[in-house]
């Protein structure tokens, strides 16, 4: 065998090596992928909780994304854009579809949405995405998406306090009136009673002195008689 076989031969090897390690890191190499977060929930039926729609770019340069989000026993309260990114298609509740551009670039995760939803039924419930496409520089990396799964709870029971059918009254006392002192217009005597027991005392003495005075009239008359007869 010449040197010139030789050489050929090293040269065909190293680049059968080069290529296979080119494929081995291509196999291994990872596609960029679209997330929800949090990816799994317990919520209770119709209450409204907060989501993040973003994009994983295990490494890659990442500059553009498109895709539809689809809500499943959840009602989209609102669909709010990072305000780092632009919007060709800004995505609403009713009409969910987004094509969202990142300036620059990036090559780290990153959020894109932020969504707000209200919790349906019990049972469970789910935010996915369709359409997707994760463009680099000129290029489709991906169009993979993680769904977010969630649980939904019965609303606990409320108890409400029954209300009394009693049909009891409260009665206020009436205010107290004080009536007017009822006034006579006869005159009351200025004599009290101390007064009057001497006026009825004086009384009574005066009748006993005159019977006394015509007593003693009596007597002297009845001896006058007496010595007049005698002589």
């Known amino acids: 065998m010449n040197i010139k076989n030789i050489k050929t031969k090293i040269v ?47 490494g890659n340069k990442v500059c553009v994304i ?19 990114v632009m919007a060709q298609a800004s995505p609403t509740c009713s009409n969910p579809y987004y094509l969202i551009g990142i300036p620059g670039c990036t090559m780290a995760d990153k959020v894109l949405l932020t969504v707000a939803v209200k919790a349906g039924s019990a049972g469970t419930a789910s935010i996915s995405q369709s359409g997707i496409d994760i463009i680099g520089e000129g290029v ?13 709870n019965s609303a606990p029971a409320v108890t409400s306090t029954p209300e009394s059918t009693s049909t009891e009254q409260i009665i206020q006392p009436e205010p107290e009136t004080t009536e007017p002192i009822q006034t006579t217009d006869e005159p009351t005597s200025s004599i009290n009673p ?32 007496v010595k007049k007869t005698k002589k």
């Open 12 to 58: 065909l090897s190293a680049f059968i090596l080069l290529s296979v390690m080119g494929l081995v890191g291509i196999v291994n190499a990872a596609n960029p992928s679209m997330y929800v977060s949090p990816s799994s929930l317990n919520r209770n039926s119709g209450s409204v909780f907060n989501t993040s729609i973003g994009v994983s770019t295990q």
């Open 66 to 84: 498109e895709g539809t989000i689809i809500f499943n026993n959840l009602t989209c309260q609102s669909i709010v854009l990072a305000s780092d």
């Open 140 to 152: 489709s990396l991906g169009s993979s998406s993680i769904t977010g799964n969630y649980t939904i």
């Open 194 to 225: 101390e007064q009057a027991s001497l006026v009825s005392t004086g009384f009574n003495f005066s009748n006993y002195l005159w019977i006394g005075l015509i007593l003693i009239l009596v007597i002297i008359g009845g001896i006058y008689f």
